[in-house]
């Protein structure tokens, strides 16, 4: 859930304060979960330098997917990670002994740091400060004058541009960097359950974050954050009710919160405590 | 040469579907703006249909198939007033009605989903299965000659036109804009529904049926581009025959050819994103 959270608020960056929609978050997750499985244990890095190496491979593929698109108006941003998304699936399912197929790569285990072995509650204060930090991160850069910049991007591109604010490069760096955060949070779910596989990856995941976002409130992290635990923890509320079909209650939720109230459950509670 | 006719044929099958998918987007996106990534569910809903009425009911061919189609344009129609008018009215950004509709997509398949087992419904063929293919392109030919029919001679497709030209314009010279809209979605439907029908007897009514053809219909588009009525046909064509040729003639495994649509798509975006056909001015 800690890592739901932390993957709806760098989305939220991206779509509620960037304005750009993307699937292809779950896809960057996959690919920096499946770069350090892969570099670690089937080429023998050493841990953090397989760790800058994920985080390279996102950026790289996040720049070529956005510099690109964001060229383009409209919604080729959303096309383009969408078939990313898919090739990913694809490429994960037919990459032989390398992505493990179908099953995935599973068994292997965290290599000790500094002699030590991290377990249980040890990995759960590693992902609250995974968390921790990409709230900082982003917080911040909302309130720096990149987030501005995006606010503005998102709301009025021509006036953005006109205000002096390159409308491309703000784009593909709020693009970049989000997918980079999404990745290094994929790398650490890889050692949550030490097993990785591709129906994690899909589409299907980028569409609930998504519908995170909206539910909570869109360009606002405490929304994010409660789409997220909301949606998160309906399935187990509504398994007795409607068995596996929870994303039926979410696709009507997000249909009645673009509708009812576009900013959210934060929205209506803004309303309240005012 | 026989194997590669063979090849061809079925070839130009696949890709009558994935323009008339191409074409349902384009019947929405040309007056609205909106790209209805729920094309593909409707394409399901339509084999669903055609699996109730045809295999189960038994009923003739054609029957089914109007019952089907005129469920389609009210399915559409339905959509249009749900998930798109309120937002239009209240003077939302482009962005929200194609996030509604991505809800209604998840909507739609759910509730197929918890409808039907999962296990895929055969759905019969019209004719013999080995003139399936040859109904497919009739059909496919048919429709684009009738859409282009449309937007070329008559004052409805003029009034289309006006619409994706210049919204204001149009509402200006008193064309009905919610009249169009609602007819674009109805319209839309019906023809991915047709899309689906006819693809159903071929693959089997599956409730992941539908993702599959939106992203492959919209691959046909983005070849295609946006601007012709036969730029649809033609991308689905180019894409089916680059997709089953690769199958046939490269030396990649089976499985990669799923991915053959999504570079394609991917390629196209970056080369030329107004598609292959440029709007005639």
Known sequence: MLLWVTLALGYNFLFGICGQVSFSHFAFYGIGAYSVVILLFQLHVPLPLAILLGVAICVVVALVVAIPSARLEGFYLALATLAL???FVVLLNEGGEVTGGTGGIASYRLPAIFGMQLRGPWYTAVIVALLLATYFILRKLDHSWFGRACRAVRDNPEAAAAMGIDVARTKVVAFTLTSALAGIAGMVYAFVDNTVNPPIFGVENAFLLLFMVIVGGSGRHAGAAIGAVLLFLLPFWLAPLVGHHHVLVFGVLMLAAILLQPKGLIGIWDRFSR | MQDFLELAVSAAASGCIYGLIALAYLLMIRPTGIINFAVGEWAMVAAFGGYVLLTKYELPYPLGMGIV????????????????????????????????????????REIISISFPPDPHTVPFPFEIQYHKYFIIGVTFAVFAGAWLFFEKTLWGKSFEAVAVNRRAAALMGINLSRVTSLSFAAGAAVAGLGGLLVSPNISAHYLMGVPLAIQGFTALVIGGVGRVEGALLGGLLLAFAEQFTVRYAPIPGGFAQGV?????????????????????
């Open chain 1, 85 to 87: 998304a898919q090739l």
């Open chain 2, 69 to 108: 189609l005129a469920f389609m344009l009210v399915v559409g129609w339905l959509t249009e007033r749900v998930a798109v008018r309120p937002l239009v009215e209240k003077g939302a950004t482009l962005l929200a009605p194609i996030l509604a509709l991505l809800g209604v997509l998840v909507i739609t």
């Open chain 2, 261 to 281: 649509p999504l570079l394609f798509l991917m390629i196209f975006l970056v080369l030329r994103p107004t598609g292959l056909l440029r709007a005639r001015a």
